[in-house]
């Protein structure tokens, strides 16, 4: 990424009168915050110092008189550079082996750092930062999800935002938000949306901004994550399960069943960013006179034929919970609609029952997105169609190299659909899971389980008295899906690290037997 070492030019404005003024600019020279600056001057000539290596800490070098050259290593490359004009300077990235020669006797640099001193950052002995730098070029892990590449790159402009927000002195129902809300509403293509605390909330203030209540049902799928059911429940509605198909996704065909005169709704979720069966839902729904909602929080940007997920049903949610496809910095969510009804409801709803302040009309509560995520959520919310095609790049690199083994199942997408891969799942046999899940921890490759347990069978749901076989497809699921590693910030290179790691796996599986 952006360990490439740069001279950069400074911008110098000279007028006879008054000599020369140099200025640099974090923003548009540095890409990283300042956080110290401190000069080395008064070196013997010819004298060498410096003799050491950053593991995070971030510098431009600037000879603002005199002369140096500056020699770095790393990354399997050196580079040297003759440091002798106030006019110019050069960034280090982290994690080279710097060593600074041939200075002159007037020698001063200046060292704008990006890091208070830490002494834990240094590296003192070559051979360790020889060591360093060879593990790092290696793939020898992949985590499960790179966020910390994300924040890395975009660092400054975060903390700038940050920035921002604090000296605006507006925390919460402030402009960040109805912007986001703008953006986030175009996002989805539905006319609104309302941030919320979180994605459950969301859910929770759909069904109740849609009268849904004490004695109604609402139609969800059995595989899934069990934030759907309990908005349901929350609201003091019943949940009922109707199996999935193989992913996790509703099963159409098996709604009308569940159908009773207390229906009111389905809600399908859109599983792992793989959009449901919408046209087969809406079908039912139509044919019932029932609500279509979408429990969207893994499925940001997911295209169904010409729709947006958000966009398919009566009102849908999102999370934006760290990991999510746009995931902030805390709890956050939204919930999208193209009524105008809901949305009026929902707002006040998630403040306190009020349209106007202190005029509460409603039973509400207090779930709102406040301005610093609303703000983040704004200035990450463009990466993401070019987040969601990285996922799906890495994700058909999956489907393509594992499609030879017999024993894994692979999530099948139909040709209508554009998936956004929040999770790639795959499924093993179940009683393979266990030794298949220790063969990635041994090859140092992070992995989930999404989710161990079906819902139907969680003490939460022991009201709604189902047992172990009611629905084999998400008890399925549930006992063979291992969930592999897939970030926008992983690397090719790392996605078939993985691949070789299960076709071993696989493989000499198939010797033994
Ligand atoms: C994350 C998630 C939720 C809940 O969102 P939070 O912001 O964590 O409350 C709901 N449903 C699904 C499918 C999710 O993945």
Known sequence: MNNIPKEIDIETHRTEQSGSLSVIQANTHLNFPIRRVYY???IEDNKARGFHGHKKLQQCIVATSGSVTLSLE???NTYSFELNSPDKGVLVPAGYWREMSNFSKDAVLMVIASDDYDPEDYIHDK????????????????TYLAMHRRYDEFKLQLQQVTEEVLDEVNYIMGPRLEKFEESFAKFTGAKYCIGTGNGLDALEIILRASNIGAGDEVIVSAGGFIATLLAVMRVGATPVLVECETWGNIDPLKIEAAITKNTKAILPTHLYGIPADMDGVRAVANKYDLLV??????AHGAQYKDGTCGALSDAAAFSFYPTKNLGGFGDGGCLTTSSE???KTARQLRSYGAAVKYHHDIVGFNSRLDEMQAALLQFLLPNVPKWNEKRRNLASLYLNHLSGIEEIELPMVSDDSVPVWHVFPIMVPAEKRDAFCDHLTKHNIGYNIHYPKAMHLQPCCSHLQHNAGDFPVAEKLADCEVSLPLDPYHTEEEINFVIKAILDFFMSDTVKN
Request: proline residues 0%.
């Open 40 to 42: 080395i001057h008064s």
């Open 74 to 76: 790393g990354y399997g």
């Open 127 to 142: 051979e360790v930062f020889n060591t360093f730098d060879a593990e790092r070029s290696a793939i020898n892990k992949v």
């Open 293 to 298: 909602f979408e429990d969207a929080c893994q």
């Open 341 to 343: 009804k809901i949305a």
